[in-house]
């Protein structure tokens, strides 16, 4: 029995575990990007690659316009970290008690945001009354933190603000003049942390302002 094929191009669903899987040709060989319980967010890994490989040239499941405001940084990442950004991603999403990633059901009965760090440690970011708005504040500290590279819940387009400040954090920093998004152009040696949108965990309302405000937290 072969595997379900998928309305989006680079996407097939797997027959056993129900879940949608990505894969792009490169380097002459089919490379696996993740499994997504979502078949749009598994699109729009292969649209990410796609992007990253082929430029402007690149046929992708989603219109061009949506990934405008990460294109650039699309460009300074080497094409085998992105492959592996998108593998762990996938794997981080369906982690967690809550169906949000970074979000967690405190013993008062409110939810808790938390940011992920190294060494198993995690940064509080407060508790809120309903499951997404914890979801939203993670996604926003975590877009700030890591940009491009961030794993949220929701488009990576509902963060332009947040977006917009990482951009501005990161110009400030000594680089070098970043190459251009066009085919055939070379590998970055070192990736940066800048704004996909990416494919998300889910395709929710776009958030508003600076996001729902956290309760203090329990004792």
């Keep these: 029995r072969k595997a379900r094929t998928s309305k989006y191009r680079g996407v097939t669903q797997h027959r056993r575990t129900g879940k949608w899987e990505a894969h792009a040709w490169l380097h002459g060989k089919q490379v696996y990007l993740g499994g997504y ?13 796609a992007l990253r490989h082929k430029g402007s040239r690149a ?31 996938s794997k981080g999403a369906a982690r967690g008690k809550s169906k949000w990633h970074g979000v967690t059901k405190h013993k008062c009965g409110k939810w808790e945001a938390r940011l992920g760090g190294r ?14 708005d914890a979801a939203r504040a993670h996604d ?25 400040e990482h951009m501005q954090r990161k110009e400030q920093e000594p680089t070098g003049a970043a190459p251009g ?29 600076a996001g729902p405000a956290a309760s203090d937290p329990e004792p």
Excluded: C
């Design 37 to 49: 319980t979502d078949e749009d967010r598994a699109g729009r890994a292969y649209d990410l690659v």
């Design 59 to 89: 046929e992708t499941n989603f219109p061009l316009s949506d990934y405008y405001n990460v294109i650039g940084a699309l460009a300074e990442m080497a094409i085998d970290d992105l492959v592996a950004f998108l593998r762990r991603r």
């Design 119 to 132: 060494k198993g440690r995690y940064q509080y970011l407060g508790l809120y009354k309903t499951e997404e």
């Design 140 to 164: 926003q500290a975590a877009v700030l933190t890591s940009g491009i590279e961030a794993l949220v819940n929701f488009p990576l387009e509902d963060y332009r603000a947040e977006l917009l």
């Design 181 to 209: 998004l066009e085919e055939g152009a070379g590998e970055a040696t070192t990736p940066v942390t800048d704004p996909q949108l990416s494919p998300s965990v889910n395709h929710g309302a776009s958030s508003s302002g």
